[in-house]
């Protein structure tokens, strides 16, 4: 079901107050499917239309790319697309959201494995850096587009980059009580790290950059600035 265009004169806000209210109610409507665990894990027909939405996205800009190019991109008919999403909005959403989904459960992964907060953090810069590599379109969307959702698209979006923050911070914080303390409180430091981490999209060439010296270089780079010099 497509959001309703009103045949009228009168945009002055019943058409954008309709296709609000269902842009909310849909997306209420993924996030339990989601959660239910009945489509947790995307099969491959819909991870291969989110591989090449985010391909169109990257290249294109969300605002400038049509859900046609999509299609085109994926080889598949407007109807087949419609068969997965609505519109190009719940395309964006279901980028967002799996990427971050992701990305969150590595971290716990990695964070339920015994180890120190430095070996923790150099886990979740190689699994975030990882990620990026495969899957550089779909987290350049999610580093520039997060603004381009509205209502309950962006509400859960948020959750989880928020979840993923929190993980983050959580490791920043064990390694602020270590004996040299740090230097900066640890939510500005997460601040910091994810702009390191950030704007790794913006710059990465995979044919001269190796992602593991690249994950290496960073965390050295982050911990030298963020812990506090040992007193001599």
Known sequence: ?????????????????WNQAYLGRRAI???????SGKTARFDEKRVHLLTCAARVFAEQGY???????????????LAGLY???????????????HT????????????????TPEVHLKDMVFSHVRYLVEHLPELKVCTTE???????????????RQRY??????????????????????NLAALYLFGMLNWIVM???????????LSESLVELFLGGYRRKSMK
């Open 203 to 213: 710059w990465f060439d995979p044919q001269r950059n190796d992602p593991v010296e």
């Open 165 to 186: 923050f929190e993980l983050t911070r959580q490791i920043l914080i064990r390694l602020g009580e270590q004996d040299q303390g740090a230097r900066v409180e640890a």
């Open 1 to 17: 079901m497509l959001p309703i265009k009103f045949r009228t004169n009168d945009r002055s806000g019943r058409e954008a107050a």
């Open 100 to 115: 971050f989904g992701v990305l969150a459960e590595e971290l716990e992964a990695i964070l339920n494995r015994s180890a």
């Open 29 to 35: 409507e993924i996030y339990r499917e989601l959660s």
């Open 83 to 97: 068969h997965y999403v609505s519109c190009k909005e719940e395309l964006l959403f279901f980028i967002q959201y």
């Open 146 to 160: 997060l603004g381009s959702l509205q209502g309950e698209y962006y509400q859960q979006v948020l959750s989880r």
């Open 63 to 77: 605002k400038r790319a049509s859900i046609r190019q999509v299609a085109q991109a994926t080889g598949s008919s």
